[in-house]
């Protein structure tokens, strides 16, 4: 199982990124994909949910109308549109996967984490 993040980088305050996150070795299409992020010396927190049809999307209020969360299951990958971006967005960001939707916001439910990829915003 692999969960390979990329598309992090450094952006200026106001600027956009978009991360993707590519699955292999289980059935994508099977599993809610989240994003989740952690800033130094902060605890994991989750960003966005999407089910497994993309037909359920939720997202952290800090983020709600800059960012979206988005799947093809046709290429086993989730993204993350990250617009307006903010010094306060600046953190590692991981994508995850789990069988069950309704817990989308608890990370101790999800079965596979990918490694993780740096989001630095600057003023």
């Known amino acids: 199982v692999q969960l390979q993040a990329s598309g992090g980088g ?17 059935t994508f ?14 605890e994991r927190e989750f960003v966005a949910a999407i089910s497994w049809n993309s037909a359920s999307t939720h997202y952290a209020d800090s983020v709600k109308g800059r960012f979206t969360i988005s799947r093809d299951n046709a290429k086993n990958t989730v993204y993350l549109q ?6 306060e967005d600046t ?9 069950l939707y309704r817990t989308y916001d608890k990370p101790q439910f999800f079965d596979y984490w990918g490694q993780g990829t740096q989001v630095t915003v600057s003023s």
């Open 29 to 42: 299409s099977n599993y809610a994909m989240d994003w989740f992020r952690q800033a130094p010396g902060k």
């Open 91 to 99: 953190a590692d960001y991981y994508c995850a996967a789990a069988r």
């Open 10 to 26: 450094l952006v200026q305050s106001g600027g956009s990124l978009r991360l993707s996150c590519a699955a292999s070795g289980f």
């Open 82 to 87: 990250m617009n307006s971006l903010k010094l």
